[in-house]
């Protein structure tokens, strides 16, 4: 779709104009309907209204002009305070920004070779020589104003001052339109794309050396047939003074921690979609949502018609305020980080004032994009919130409560059968609220019959006892995730552990600035050279093997065939080893989120290969245990159907509900197909089925 004007406008009317957000994650001038000015400073110019919060994603679909690559920079700036004016005028702005070509507006293309009187490359906007970009500049106008309205913060008036990147005589300066550029750099973009720093900048935070860097680039290049766009330029040069920014950086911005974040923030605002400083009354905690543009990328490509689960808490003992990341997962079950907070308060506590500006900021870039599940592992999380924010089911994640749990056994209990029987009765207080409705007594039940285990009971009292009673109500109105998704949510923790809680960095881990600068960096990088290797092939030899280590994805390499279930006694499974023919191992409390195995891997206290292939198999037989929110479901639609209200309207309602109700069951199914959640068995959906039908039947 080409972009085109419409009949003159008068200043005063913009706020008229229709704000235009075009479903693109670029987008530029070609999307957007222009309307020409009429009169005053800016008459004859093409303007358009967009939200301010897309002005970036403009800038770089304009730098992508197939016929002239370009690069904006931003010539001048100048921001107001609200309240600064009284009466502004229509186009008054908060901030007002100038974006102009690289390639201009000054000229030196007749004095770098050596022709004319060297009047040509005067500087035309009297800031110089710019004597580091001598080289590119040839004279191109191209250039616009973006405004943030003063009375319209949300908007952005663009004003398109030329349009074309031509010089001062009218004729292309730069790009496959210029006759005198074909052949040279000036063909394309002046500068390498972000995308490309951004490889770079990796390779190098992950300790991949200069000459690998050049060697593996030219590779790629003569890959696709040769040069053909600024990228395939790199230089060693270019690789150099990435090196050097890595090493002049330091975390440390400034001797005091708060002041040195504040400066981080600063630098780095298209990184961070939510910051509240604390207060000095305390009333207001810290929180800092940090989210760089590839971790966004990564969001909008796994998250839609997908899932997300949190990762809350982590770092409560040792960092001066716990980190909260959220994971989506890619196509091999590999957990990828796609957001970090930072907060001085309890995971969930304060979640409504940063959740809603993430789901925002992923709505700006893409309109269409549809989250699945949300999966939480804090009772504390505002759960309505979140439904709110991404418009998806919310579900319950156990595999903190099971880590924390199983490890602390191994730790306290030395009989094996002793381990396998308490792990049994902690699942059986989860879900007491199937059997018994206080879960008080389901705990009073478990110290009762391992009262001999006091080191573990001691451990349960002081950390777990205060908990329980909220873990429980949530399994009550929430579904729980089945034990598939675990082990990538796990293998991020072990991995994120191992990075920040080295002992070397034992003196750096009460300061907030060296946790942000770290995840952003090396964390960081470990995860974009994973995805591009897995996704090119590229640099394999380098490819941390700690990320093929996710047990869900080696669960799918299981044959079915090799694993032995007796459907009539689920106490016990067999899963023969891939490795040795001879040997299997044994599950107990097979298809439970507490199962556990006598492998090497699972007596560490880690969730094996074994158990999620094992699940999988009692899922997709239907042997496995009925979710307990489908069986409240359940009780909910009998209720309605036993007891029809006499209120028509009421019983309109009834009937919407129950039909909700079915859909959320029909959802939770499909979640089951993608490994979330364990299947319904066939009863219960029939039954479901029946009882909607004869809700909607008058009565």
């Known amino acids: 779709m080409k972009g085109h004007e419409t009949k003159m406008a008068r200043m005063k009317d913009i706020l008229n104009l229709p704000v235009q957000d075009p479903p693109f994650t670029e987008f530029s001038a070609a999307h957007i309907t222009w309307v020409k000015v009429e009169g005053g400073r800016q008459g004859g110019d093409d303007i358009a209204l967009i939200p301010f ?5 403009f800038v770089k679909g304009e730098s992508s002009n197939e016929e002239c690559p370009a690069s904006f920079r931003i010539e001048s700036r ?21 974006y102009w070509c690289s390639y201009g507006p000054e000229d030196y293309r007749d004095y770098e070779s050596g022709l004319g009187d060297g009047s040509n490359f005067k500087p035309a906007t009297g800031k110089g020589s710019r004597p580091g970009r001598r080289h590119m500049m040839r004279g191109c106008l191209c250039h616009f104003t973006v405004k943030r309205l003063y009375t319209r913060p949300l908007l952005a008036l663009i004003i398109y001052n030329q349009r074309k990147h031509v010089d001062k005589t009218g004729a292309p300066c730069h790009g496959i339109l210029d006759q005198d550029a074909v052949g040279t750099r000036a063909m394309y973009a002046p500068r390498i794309s972000e995308e490309l720093r951004q490889k770079v900048m990796s390779m190098l935070y992950v300790g991949i050396s200069m000459d690998t860097i050049i060697q593996h680039h030219v590779e790629v290049v003569q890959g696709h047939g040769g040069p053909h766009n600024r990228d395939d330029f790199l230089t060693r040069n270019d690789v150099r003074n990435m090196e050097r920014v890595i090493r002049n950086t330091s975390h440390e911005l400034h001797i005091d921690d708060a002041c040195s974040v504040k400066i981080w923030v600063q630098r780095h605002q298209k990184h961070v979609f939510f910051f509240q400083d604390a207060s000095a009354s305390a009333s207001e905690p810290f929180i800092l949502g940090i989210q760089t543009d590839w971790q966004l990328q990564q969001m909008l490509r796994y998250g839609h018609n997908g899932s997300i689960a949190s990762h809350s808490t982590f770092g409560s003992k040792k960092l001066k305020y716990p980190l909260s990341t959220l994971l989506v997962f890619d196509s091999s079950r590999n957990a990828i980080p796609v957001a970090w907070v930072i907060t001085s308060s309890l995971a969930g506590q304060d979640i409504h004032k940063w959740v809603a500006s993430l789901a925002e900021r992923i709505r700006t870039k893409d309109s269409r994009w549809r989250l699945n599940a949300f999966l939480v592992d804090d009772p504390s999380f505002g759960f309505s919130i979140i439904r709110d924010a991404f418009q998806c089911r919310v579900l319950l994640c156990v595999w903190h409560v099971r880590r924390a749990w199983i490890r602390n056994l191994l730790k306290k209990c030395c009989n094996i059968d002793v381990q396998q029987e308490m792990f049994k009765h902690l699942g059986w207080i989860l879900y007491s609220s199937r059997s018994v409705p206080n879960a008080v007594d389901a705990v009073e039940k478990f110290m009762e019959v391992f009262v001999d285990q006091s080191s573990f009971m001691d451990y349960f009292k002081s950390h777990w006892s205060p908990y329980i009673e909220s873990w429980v109500s949530c399994i009550r109105s929430l579904p729980v995730a089945g034990p598939e998704p675990h082990a990538a949510i796990e293998s991020y923790h072990r991995r994120l552990k191992f990075k920040l809680f080295n002992d070397q960095h034992a003196n750096f881990w009460t300061r907030i600035d060296w946790l942000i600068h770290t995840l952003t960096t090396e964390f960081h990088s470990l995860y974009w050279l994973d995805q591009y290797t ?10 941390d093997e700690s990320f093929s280590t996710n047990a869900w994805y080696h669960a799918l390499h299981i044959p079915d065939v090799d694993v032995i279930l007796d459907e009539q006694n689920l106490q016990l499974a067999k899963v023969i080893s891939q490795t040795d023919r001879n040997l299997a191992y044994t599950i107990w409390n097979p298809g439970s989120e507490f199962s556990l195995c006598d492998c090497r891997w699972s007596s560490l206290g880690n969730l094996c290969k074994h158990v999620i292939k094992v699940a999988m198999i009692c899922k997709n037989r239907q042997v496995a245990r009925p979710l307990l929110a489908a069986q409240i479901y359940r009780q909910t639609l009998l209720s309605l159907l036993h007891n029809p209200p006499d209120d028509p309207v009421v019983l309109d309602h009834a009937i919407l509900c129950a039909t909700r109700l079915q859909q959320d069951i029909k959802g939770w199914e499909d979640l089951s197909n993608s490994g979330l959640l364990q299947q319904l068995p066939p009863e219960i959906n029939s039954q479901i089925a029946d009882n909607s039908l004869l809700l909607a039947r008058p009565h």
């Open 78 to 98: 100048r921001k107001r305070s609200e309240g600064s004016i009284t009466k502004p005028r229509v186009d008054g702005y908060l901030e007002y920004t100038l």
């Open 534 to 543: 897995a996704e090119t092939g590229y640099l394999s030899n380098l490819r």
């Open 53 to 57: 919060s897309r002005v970036d994603d």
